[in-house]
């Protein structure tokens, strides 16, 4: 029994080490600015790959915790998210509070491992129906007060030296190599485009379930190899999306605090490059410094069915959401990036990361801006096959790698007429 899935997760390593090796060596054929020849690569990375196995971990890279000005919350926000019974909704009421008195709201708690979690007798007591809840959220609901895992693997040059107009920073995970590898020969490409406009690319990634195959020395190789990858110290889930998006603003702020923007997306999106970056070169100075842009969601409430994944029940939070910008592509400025983490700060985390980003900028006093560009939910069934649809957006979710790499091709080949 324990040999067979032994050999089962030995198994799996392999695979997934082969169709790295394998998209790896597909992309020296087809990149013509790399030097070595295929075989070359090929032997070096199984090397690599080799000594990386052997090498203990890298101590973590504990990342400064920026300095937290003041914070002022719009009193929009304030109104919008009614004072009730519901635990979440007396957590934020106080914490609010807390903030107008000037006291640090929510300590955003260097000692990572030690992280005071909630106690279950303080969540019985306040919660009385918790014992309904599905357990991925009681797991969150115990651990919404850790803010700051440390890094695993930290990239800390990426946008050293030559200025930064655009950020992808995408959302991934451990397994999904081949999705990376998609988005660095498309729309991630690191590439100083026309105009002088600068684009660097980082994929955030936890750590994978310990019921999953151990994939952290391929992850590290690949940090290695392409200098785009970092790892924070937190188990990949559902409800732990909301604390990727505050580590990777938080890495943000400390690695790249002059970027211009910022597009926070998912690994599974096309991106049209060239448009974003001519809309985002549009933009009227005082828009530019206050984007948070994207496909808007106005009226979003709740979802109260205990079989959704995204199940909210009543006395966790009860009212409607603020207007968000869907996770799947956000572009924001980079001037707003400290004034919004500080606010995210005062904010209780809540475990859908961008209704929780919306409200953090609603707080902030930013409205989101929408932009006809971003497909958050696909396009009709019928334009799919459309390379004209693709031309034309920004953003489309969701495509598979092959997709992704035909797409490209085909929006940037000279035959297209649209
Ligand atoms: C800055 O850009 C120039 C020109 O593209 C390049 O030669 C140089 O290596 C870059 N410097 C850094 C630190 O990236
Ligand atoms: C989030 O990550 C932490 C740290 O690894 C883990 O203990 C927790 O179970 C995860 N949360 C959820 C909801 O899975």
Known sequence: MRLTRRFRAVLIVS??????????????????????????????????????????????????????????????????????????????????KRTDRGEDPLKRDPLWPHCQQTSRELIETNVHDVASYPPLLRNFLRRMTCRSPPFLVDQPDKCGGNATFLLFAIKSMPAHFERRQAVRNTWGREHLHDGGLRVRTAFLLGTASPDDPDVSALVRFEAERYGDVLQADFHESLFNLTLKMDTFLRWTLERCPQVSFVFYGDDDVMVNTRNLLSYLG????????????????????????????????????????????????????????????????????????????????????VSPQAHAGFHTFDIRERDRENLCTYKKSILVHRRSPQELKRIWRGIHSPLLTC
């Open 282 to 365: 549009s933009l009227k100075p005082s828009t530019a410094a206050r984007l948070y842009a994207g496909h808007v969601i106005k009226t979003a409430s709740p979802v109260r069915d205990p079989k959704s994944k995204y199940y909210i029940p009543m006395s966790f939070y009860e009212g409607v959401y603020p207007a968000y910008v869907g996770g799947g592509g956000v572009v924001i400025s980079g001037a707003l990036l400290r004034p919004v983490y500080s606010t995210c700060g005062a904010i209780p985390f809540f475990p859908i990361d961008d209704v929780y980003v919306g409200m953090c900028f609603s707080a902030l006093g």
């Open 15 to 96: 695979t997934l080490l082969l169709v790295f090796l394998y998209s790896n060596l597909r992309n020296e054929a087809v990149s013509r600015s790399e030097k070595l020849p295929k075989h070359a690569v090929a032997r070096q990375a199984g090397e690599e790959v080799r000594i990386q196995v052997q090498t203990p971990v890298r101590a973590p890279a504990q990342t400064r915790v920026p300095s937290q000005p003041s914070v002022n919350i719009s009193s929009a926000f304030r109104t919008s998210i009614p004072e009730n019974g519901a635990y979440w909704n007396r957590l934020l009421h106080s914490s609010l």
